[in-house]
């Protein structure tokens, strides 16, 4: 587990108008719902305005109280707050409606996109943050798509409405009101800028908790075995105070700007009515019209006063959209190759092969030239950090190599696409990875999942795994919880290997395979292993060289360069690293 949380980048330069316009492409599919929503915006806009409106003829009707005044005005009243009602209907649901839609379709994006991403990608990205990322920071791109959009559409047309009626009622008055109009966007101008800057961090902080909280938990035997959880604890409320303290610079930005945009709206409101008591300014006004007049002034307070207040929804949504689109312009994974051959022979060639990791001045990997005929199996011995799993990655190709060329059948690695060179490896590693499915989920996992029940039983009998298998209570259909938590080391070894001989593939990589089982349960494995190897190419890793004895061909490697290669009987014999390693576990073990 790391040590720390580091700091949260600096924000990147947003392109906030790009950003928008990027996000808008996701709501083209469902213009016609957002065409509703608009129209449901303009009618709520329409009700408000007619309500300002209507109070000249409520004032008409209050000076000349006629039975048919009475009627109208009664009329009026239910008519526009149903008319508003029913704008207020169609405006939410249908730009939800339109959100959730554009929500669904970025994550299932981003998600696409995350499983072609190199190795390097989640190397150096926690998977806390990356769930983050398809979490949170998607969620809050709803804000900005639903809430935000919703606001700003009717509270904005309700704002133009009124100005337009002003406009057509006195427009020597409406200008004094509007004078305060450029105070009021410089003030949003700042606090939205304020806004998407903290976005940002709080998004950062947010994908630390994630991680934080993932690794203590998913760690949670190591984290108390080792007397580690006061140091979580301490870990967890350091980025949960990151993010309080972010949140709280987000809620008095919001809390400072929206008063400061009511008082200018105040004293807009102060100054019209004193300037209305001039008589050369009120002019010929009416006291209806007067009264119109300042109720639609005073109307506008809370449209304006909402779509100041929308625009932290707005910045989250921009910086966190702008998140997500950074995540899938990661170039996927180099795919250039189209040689697709149903199965291969084996041959394995490794040619002046070298690799170093990117910012890394030294190569891993030191001109390595293996020839490894078809059906034939090598192992890769030598002391941890040698080399040895970095070698056997490179053949599906989790990391390209840096110098030479790897060929199997005689053509380049390059040339096979990735899905069909794939196909012909299995793999068995010492991590094994499970799925909370069921024990023939996880046998059948992936391209495999249309293998008979009769398949999958012969490969897990194969594999001695249905020894235990048969005492599940629901045997094959047992589900083994998040990564085979219900199962023993040895346990969920034995079903990778299962997996692999269901795969059926004319190369398979055992990377320490053996490593989780205890002698009981590694002789019986050995034994499939032997079974499953025949016909094969096969790339063995293996700490315990018992395991390794009959392998075709051993390779000692140190520093990622082969230093010794031959058989069991001739290494020994040469009295080299290979005898020294033999020595000191046969020692070990006796």
Known sequence: MSSSIPEPLKTPPTGSWATYKRLLTYVKPFWLAFSLAVVGNVLYAAASTGMAAAMEYVITAIENPTSQNRVMLTALIVGVFALRGLGTFFSQYFISYVGRNVINALRNDVFDRMMTLPSRYFDENAAGRLVSKLTFNVEQVAEAATNAITITLREGLT?????????????????????????????????????????????GSMGDITHVATESISGYRVVRTFGGADYERDRFRQVSARNLKQSLKMASTQAISVPVIQVLVAIAIAALVWTMLAPEIRGEMTTGQLIAFITAA?????????????????????????????????????????????????????????????????????????????????ALVGRSGSGKSTLVSLLPRFYDFTGGDIRVDGRSLMDFSLESLRAQIALVTQNVVLFNDTIAANIAYGALRDCSREEIREAAAKAHALEFIDRMPEGLDTVIGDNGVMLSGGQRQRLAIARALLKNAPILILDEATSALDTESERHIQQALETVMQGRTTLVIAHRLSTIEKADRILVMDNGRIVESGTHDELLAAGGAYAQLHQVQFSEHA
């Open 159 to 203: 704002i133009v409405g009124l100005l337009g009626f002003m406009i057509y009622t006195n427009w020597k008055l409406t200008l004094v009101f509007l004078t305060v109009g450029p105070v009021i966007g410089f003030v949003v101008s700042y606090a939205s800028k304020r806004f998407r800057k903290i976005s940002k961090r709080i998004q």
């Open 298 to 378: 005073t109307t506008m307070a809370k449209p304006i006063r909402q779509v100041t207040s929308i625009h932290s929804k707005i910045q989250k949504g921009v910086a966190a959209a702008y998140d997500v689109f950074e995540t899938m312009d990661e170039k996927p994974e180099k795919d250039g190759g189209t040689h697709a051959p149903d199965r291969v022979e084996g041959r394995i060639e490794f040619d002046q092969v070298s690799f170093r990791y990117r910012d890394q001045l030294d190569n891993v990997l030191d001109q390595i030239s293996i020839d490894l005929p078809a059906g034939q199996s090598v």
